[in-house]
């Protein structure tokens, strides 16, 4: 069965440190990878996304993700955090073929900043 | 319109009663999507439509939940005697093709329901 893990449900760092938020992810074939983030009140908002090539891809707000195919994880990075990055954060998996709709939330991860 | 609209932000009801929840795409967008989150979960995909037809409403947790897009535009998810489980915010999103590899969807704020 098709599935996504984020292991880390709640993070908390320091504003200007960096930020590492894990996706490991099981389907049959390596899927369209996404990560959104969604902060209070508000709607998901895409951060980045990979389809093929590069694997070191580049989003929204200075973040970046790379795809391990070895390792089956899509982990979102970022150098140096932002109070404005408080939010919650989620990886979404989508399987090929004719499931181009459906995309597969994991639970999601919670980010709080500290001054 | 600019965005994914959703109406009403906020719903609240009481067991037993009929709930719509409407979505209004992005102009120009032919797929649309509905999704469930409830607290401290993550969305939960419903049903997807390409034009007006359901291509996949393999989410849609039992019959008393119903969607249609009857001009392939606007969006109505329809709740019957509705649950305190049925409580959680609907998400709705589009995308410019959803038949495309490379599609990317744009979600809406949601509708939250309440069932009392």
């Known amino acids: ?115 | 319109g600019a965005g994914v609209s959703q109406t009403p932000s906020n719903k609240v009801t009481e067991k037993g009663k009929y709930v719509e929840l409407r979505c209004d795409p992005i102009s120009g967008h032919t797929a649309l999507y509905w999704y469930r989150q409830s607290l401290g979960q993550g969305p939960e995909f419903l049903i997807y439509f390409q034009g007006t037809g359901a291509a996949d409403d393999s989410g849609l947790p039992n019959d008393r939940f119903f969607a249609v897009r009857p001009e392939g535009s606007v969006s109505t998810l329809k709740i019957q005697r509705t649950e305190r489980g049925d409580s959680a915010v609907y998400l709705c999103a589009s995308s410019l093709d959803g038949s495309s590899g490379a599609n990317v969807l744009t979600f809406g704020a949601g509708s939250r329901l309440t069932v009392l």
């Open chain 1, 1 to 115: 069965a098709q599935s996504v893990t984020q292991p880390d449900i709640h993070i908390t760092v320091s504003e200007g440190a960096s930020l590492e938020l894990r996706c490991n992810y099981s389907y049959g074939a390596t899927p369209y990878l996404f990560w959104y983030v969604q902060s209070p009140g508000q709607g998901l908002q895409l951060l980045l996304k990979y389809f093929s090539g590069d694997t070191l891809v580049q989003g929204i707000k200075g973040f970046e993700a790379e795809f391990k195919r070895s390792q089956s994880s899509f982990n979102l990075r970022k150098p140096s955090v932002h109070w404005s990055d408080a939010a919650e954060y989620f990886c979404a998996p989508r399987a090929g073929g004719t499931s181009y709709g459906k995309l597969t939330f994991g639970q999601g991860t919670i980010l709080t900043v500290h001054p």
